[in-house]
């Protein structure tokens, strides 16, 4: 298979992941919250893996995407739910290894809220 071939089938399949995470992380997770936060938590896991997955065709020059992490959304809901040291490792892991690379970034305000949900958890964990 010529790598043209081999580079259009990945673009049309990260296409596919691409309005999934779209549709799973702005819609419905949001509305879950409340009813299921467990269940939140694990799609707010598995959108990162396939961001991640995108970011590495992406560096490959065969995908492109758009969606910011929910970072912000992520860790508010392990905030809620007392899980502070999982919360403060999450922003922590952003910080060290995604925030350098992350050509699509987070907006302004949900990084001022991070910074200051970071700050609340390491207080809280001392």
């Not at 999934?20 to 893996?49: G, S």
């Not at 969606?67 to 739910?81: G, K, V």
Request: charged share 45%; glycine share 4%.
């Amino acid at each position: 298979m010529t790598r043209t071939r081999r580079e259009a089938r990945h673009k049309e399949k990260w296409k596919v992941d691409f309005g999934y995470i779209e549709k799973m992380v702005l819609e419905d997770t949001k509305n879950a919250e409340k009813d299921d936060p467990e269940r939140v938590l694990e799609k707010y896991r598995e959108a990162f893996r396939i961001l991640d997955k995108i970011d590495v065709f992406r560096r490959e020059g065969v995908a492109l995407r758009k969606t910011p992490y929910p970072l912000n959304r992520f860790t508010l809901l392990l905030e809620r739910h007392g899980n502070y040291q999982e919360c403060l490792k999450e922003i922590e892991i952003y910080e060290k290894y995604k925030l350098k690379n992350d050509e699509v970034g987070l907006s302004k305000s949900d990084w001022e809220s991070i910074q200051k949900r970071k700050a609340r958890m390491i207080k809280k964990s001392s």
